[in-house]
């Protein structure tokens, strides 16, 4: 979209916003004037104009519903106007149902598109509203102005200052003054933290040195003192002992010691007794698992047989006498016997009957008789079988004894002979240590060792105290002074910077110098030169917040014309209550003024000039 730099409203139409249900239309000149008594529309006209550009009311203030009117939910604002260039546009802002749509020269536009042409929002309402940079920006008024601001070239702000700031600022590059004080501030803390820790080396080097030369000399004190004493303990040591001697005794000792020693100690020949105790052993597990097998199992199961046999047979009989009579059938052929058949067959059966009473008695018997035997079989079974384990287990008895009779004896010969090492030991130590000490105490030959032991440990610490005495020390102080030196040529620099951004910010600032309201962005810090972040609004040196609404009006006024100037946008603007403002000498504004006054009880009134829409620069 194209970039609108200025525009001249000359007319709009209104419905369903605020206190304009019907659509109204209202012609616009320079100046137009806005008259009329309180809630009858006057700024009403401001927030129509501000929501057709931005969306927003005047104040930019939220809560687009209350913008709608009361009856009339369809809310449209078309406004008209001739850009700097002399071209006739329509702008068309409407709501309806909460959905906003954006017509331009009858095309529909998003708001990123608008934003393009007119803008950013906060842009155009500093400039519409004079009272909107002060009390509704507030901070955000100064990041504003600070966008906006145009940088200055860094050789014009450096020719602006003396020949010695300027040749040594010469070959730096100050995109961000701010940055490079922070960097040299972090290098100068760590220069300062290296001279600090050289320091303290040059003071520890200097104790170590001086603790070397009082170490060395008492160590060769001491040492001198150590080997007086060794040497009259050695004189003493050997005095009528006659080392060779006790050296061949000390041989002999050894090599029995080693002989005796290399001997595999006895262990006992049990393979025997063990081969046969698993022999033995083998024998009792099978016998101890062995059951008696019954033998007259099969005899006493046929027997039994038969009688169970024989009784079935005894009681069919005996039931077939008790009801047995003349006329009954016969039980075998099925003839019915007659009155002279019955006693014969009756005799015949009481002697069946009788026979088999008589084998069954006769079968009992050979079971019984079986039972017995059986029993006895299983007796001499349980008997042969109690002595075979007893006989078995007296065997183990007797082979464990033998074994253990043996590993003792073994146990007893490797007992002498440990003993024997122990003596051979002991004389061994005995001898070594005649000949250690010779005639010496256990206290002077003690104390011929802690003075060997001393000696060597103070030789030790002679040789490493002379080793730092004859190192070269390190040339600590050029090296802290070389930084010095260095933290000096920083601090200089970053003067010459700090001298830098107050002329940049002077330079920039200027740009904001007006006719009676003055801003203020930062402030010189007293104690480093630095500048320091401040937002201070006041007119002819008063604070904004103690201004009457009439200097509000004519202070906004230059802030609105401070604005255009720094964006290069030329737009309308609209004072309200200008019943407050009885001199509109220093009101000079170089767009489109639209100036609103209340009139008591009077209806609405917009009158328009002819004055044409200045062109851009």
């Known amino acids: 979209m194209e970039k609108i730099k200025g ?9 369903g916003f605020k206190c304009y249900e ?39 203030e939220r809560g687009i519903d209350r913008l709608h009117n009361e009856t009339n939910p369809d809310l449209q604002i078309t406004m008209r106007f001739t850009d700097d260039t002399g071209r006739a546009h329509e702008l068309t802002r409407s709501r309806q149902k909460d959905r906003m749509s ?18 950013e929002r906060d842009v155009f309402l500093s400039i519409f509203n004079p009272l909107y940079f002060i009390e509704e920006l507030g901070e955000d008024g100064k990041k504003l ?24 600022l010469s070959g730096l590059k100050l995109l961000s003054p701010e940055t490079f004080l922070k960097n040299r501030r972090d290098e100068i803390r760590e220069l300062e933290q290296n001279a600090v820790y050289l320091s303290g080396k040059l003071d520890l080097a200097q104790k170590q040195r001086q603790s070397s030369k009082e170490l060395s000399s008492g160590l060769t004190v001491r040492i001198q003192e150590l080997q007086r004493e060794i040497a009259s303990l050695e004189a003493r040591r050997f005095e009528n002992i006659n080392l060779e001697d006790l050296q061949e005794q000390l041989v002999q000792a050894s090599e029995q010691y080693e002989e005796l020693s290399g001997d595999a100690p006895e262990t006992p020949d049990t393979a025997e007794l063990d081969a046969k105790l698993q022999e033995v052993h083998a024998k009792l597990g099978a016998r101890s698992s062995e059951v008696y097998q019954p033998k007259y ?14 009784g079935k047979k005894y009681q069919q009989n005996a039931a077939l006498l008790k009801r047995f009579q003349p006329g009954t059938s016969c039980p075998v052929c099925r003839r019915v016997l007659s009155q002279q058949e019955y006693p014969a067959f009756r005799e015949a059966l009481q002697a069946e009957t009788e026979k088999i009473a008589a084998d069954g008695t006769q079968l009992k018997g050979q079971i019984a008789e079986l039972q017995e035997l059986e029993q006895k079989s299983q007796s001499t079974f349980e008997q042969f079988k109690a002595d075979d384990l007893v006989r078995y287990q007296s065997e183990i008895d007797a082979l464990n004894q033998k074994r253990e009779q043996l590993q003792a004896a073994a146990a007893q010969q490797n007992t002498r002979r440990q003993q024997t090492l122990e003596q051979l030991r002991a004389r061994i130590q005995n001898l070594s240590a005649s000949m250690e000490c010779g005639t010496l105490s256990p206290a002077d030959s003690e104390r011929l060792a802690e003075c060997k032991a001393s000696l060597e440990d103070c030789r030790v610490q002679l040789a490493a105290a002379q080793q730092v005495l ?19 040529e920083k601090k200089i620099v970053m003067k010459d910077v700090i001298l830098y951004m107050s002329k940049r910010a002077e330079l920039t600032f200027s740009k904001l110098a007006l006719n009676r309201v003055k801003i203020s962005l930062y402030d010189v810090v007293k104690t480093t030169g630095e500048l320091k972040d401040v937002f201070r609004f006041t007119y002819n040196g008063r604070r904004y917040d103690r201004l009457s609404l009439s200097e509000k009006i004519r202070a906004g006024a230059e802030v609105s014309e401070l604005v255009k100037r720094l964006t290069g946008r030329n737009y309308p603007v609209f004072f309200d209550n200008m019943e407050s403002v009885d001199d509109l000498s220093n009101i000079r504004p170089t767009s489109q003024m639209i100036l609103a006054k209340c009139v008591r009880n009077a209806e609405l009134s917009v009158r328009a000039g002819s004055t044409a829409m200045p062109k851009a620069a």
Do not use: C, H, W
Request: aromatic content about 8%.
């Open 22 to 60: 019907a659509p109204m239309k209202i012609t616009f000149g320079n100046p137009t004037i806005v008259t009329g008594g309180n809630g009858r529309g006057k700024s009403s006209l401001a927030d129509a104009i501000a929501f057709a550009v931005t969306g927003l009311p005047v104040f930019g």
């Open 7 to 15: 525009f001249q409203i000359s007319s709009m139409t209104v419905s």
């Open 145 to 168: 102005l600070e966008r906006y601001l145009p940088p200055i070239p860094q050789a014009d702000v450096l020719a602006q200052l003396n020949a010695q700031t300027q040749q040594r």
């Open 470 to 488: 004859s190192a070269t020390p390190e040339n600590f102080d050029t090296r802290i002074k070389a930084i010095e030196e260095e933290i000096t």
């Open 297 to 310: 199992t099969g005899p006493l199961a046929e027997d039994t047989a038969k009688v169970q046999a024989l």
């Open 102 to 119: 954006i017509t331009y020269d009858g095309y529909a536009i998003r708001q990123t598109d608008r934003n393009e042409m007119f803008g």
